[in-house]
């Protein structure tokens, strides 16, 4: 199997995402699907690996590269799994991420804070080419609570609500290495690195 380069595309224009992801890939060149003047992809599916998987291809039809693609989101128990693959557009299609913050708080206004248990959700997909019929798959998992107010001014999306009482604080107060190394995200590239090398493929 031929070994993947030392470049590869994410499949995002997520500014917040591309910035940790290109620090935890550090050594490999990521380029941004826009350098390749790749549309957004719609995300119809109702889950997070089909998602990444549909990302993944779109793009990977625009360049002659090998393309990571995440899907990520948040799930809260007491709404049901809400806003899950919709936390990017939980307020609506034009959402800012102070809209999705105001209406996750409205939601959970009536909620007790026991109540209140919470995880991000990422999977993540690596293709090396857009027909790659076996794709590498990876997903990290980090439990959380929703905290009452936002609190911290790192990160982004839903980090200032997203609290971990075993450090008591909200992901948007932890510093990028801690986060990346505590993350669903980070969690979900270690994984598709092992994999990568289980595959006798290397960065």
């Known amino acids: ?12 224009n997520n500014q917040g995402k591309i910035g940790e992801i290109k620090a935890l890939l550090s050594g490999i060149e990521v380029l941004a699907q826009t350098e390749f003047g790749v549309p957004e992809c719609p995300e119809p599916a109702l889950t ?5 998987l549909l990302k993944a291809r779109h793009a990977a039809t625009y360049c002659q590269l090998p393309v990571i693609a995440d899907d990520s989101g948040l799930i809260v128990h007491a709404l049901n799994g809400q806003p ?15 809209d999705n913050n105001d209406k996750l708080l409205s939601e959970l206004s009536l909620i007790e804070r026991e109540q209140r ?8 997909v690596l293709l090396r080419h857009a027909d790659d019929p076996c794709p590498l798959i990876a997903q990290g998992v980090w439990q959380g609570e929703i905290a ?15 609290w971990l009482p075993e450090l008591n604080c909200t992901a948007a107060q932890l510093s990028n290495t801690q986060k990346n190394q505590l993350s669903h995200r980070g969690q979900a590239l270690r994984q598709l690195r092992n994999e990568i090398l289980k595959q006798t493929l290397s960065f």
């Open 1 to 12: 199997m031929d070994k993947l380069m030392q470049r590869l595309v994410l499949a995002s």
């Open 48 to 52: 997070f690996v089909e998602n990444s």
């Open 84 to 98: 899950g693959v919709r936390s990017a557009r939980y307020a609506g299609d034009n959402a800012s991420d102070q």
């Open 117 to 124: 248990l919470a995880q991000f959700v990422c999977v993540m």
């Open 148 to 162: 009452m107010t936002p609190q911290g001014d790192n990160g982004f999306g839903y980090d200032a609500l997203f």
